[in-house]
Antibody, heavy 117, light 107 residues
Framework: QVQLKESGPGLVKPSETLSLTCTVS????????VSWVRQPPGKGLEWMGV???????AYNSALKSRLSISRDTSKSQVFLKMSSLKTEDTATYYC???????????WGQGVMVTVSS | DIQMTQSPASLSASLGETVTIECLAS??????LAWYQQKPGKSPQLLIY???SLHTGVPSRFSGSGSGTQYSLKINSLQPEDFGSYYC?????????FGAGTKLELK
């Protein structure tokens, strides 16, 4: 059974670094890729980046200078780190994978992150 | 980067009505497009992939069509559970951009 679950701090200060974890089950990170998607309150979805099964990454160009995605395959975890946080980074952060289709057919429940001093 | 322009931004409709949501890509995406539904406080759910293929478990009143740069999502005979937000997404190449979304509300 494919599952993804995000975890991380609910509150982060401006200029600090956000660290989130996506813990997956039911599939191997070396066979399926995982993306991060975020959604500011009341707004739309923004694709942030992807960690391919091969271990390579691709990022949204608007976030590339601040964003890093990595993994620990032994723990079935994918990590997101984003530096120099701003208040506009306040959002619900989701991880998602493509499994039965080539599209995001499994999503985590999301984790709300507030950037505030 | 491929831009996805979705319209309308909001839509008010009654139960039993048929509605259509449009998505325009900035370049040909060769039908590599998905539609998602999102309810308040919930994660997005895949409805349609490859522009017109219905994902497992999605009711047949949902349909997708289009080609090249123009795509649409049609919902026939609106049911209470269909109200929420809808997003198109380019899946051809990274960045996998989403449309800005359409909020479907009950009239």
């Amino acid at each position: 059974q494919v599952q993804l679950k995000e975890s991380g701090p609910g509150l982060v200060k401006p200029s600090e670094t956000l660290s989130l974890t996506c813990t997956v089950s039911g599939f191997s990170l070396t066979s399926y890729h995982v993306s991060w998607v975020r959604q500011p309150p009341g707004k739309g979805l923004e694709w942030m980046g992807v960690l391919w099964g091969s271990g390579s990454t691709a990022y949204n160009s608007a976030l590339k200078s601040r964003l890093s995605i990595s993994r620990d395959t032994s723990k079935s975890q994918v990590f997101l780190k984003m530096s120099s946080l701003k208040t506009e980074d306040t959002a619900t952060y989701y991880c998602a994978t493509v499994y039965t289709t080539d599209y995001f057919d499994y999503w985590g429940q999301g984790v709300m992150v507030t950037v505030s001093s | 980067d491929i831009q996805m322009t979705q319209s309308p931004a909001s839509l008010s409709a009654s139960l039993g009505e048929t509605v259509t949501i449009e998505c325009l890509a900035s370049e040909d995406i060769y039908d590599i497009l998905a539609w998602y539904q999102q309810k308040p406080g919930k994660s997005p759910q895949l409805l349609i992939y490859d522009a017109s293929s219905l994902h497992t478990g999605v009711p047949s009143r949902f349909s997708g069509s289009g080609s090249g740069t123009q795509y649409s999502l049609k919902i026939n005979s609106l049911q209470p559970e269909d109200f929420g937000s809808y997003y198109c997404q380019n899946d051809l190449s990274a960045p996998y951009t989403f449309g800005a979304g359409t909020k479907l509300e009950l009239k």
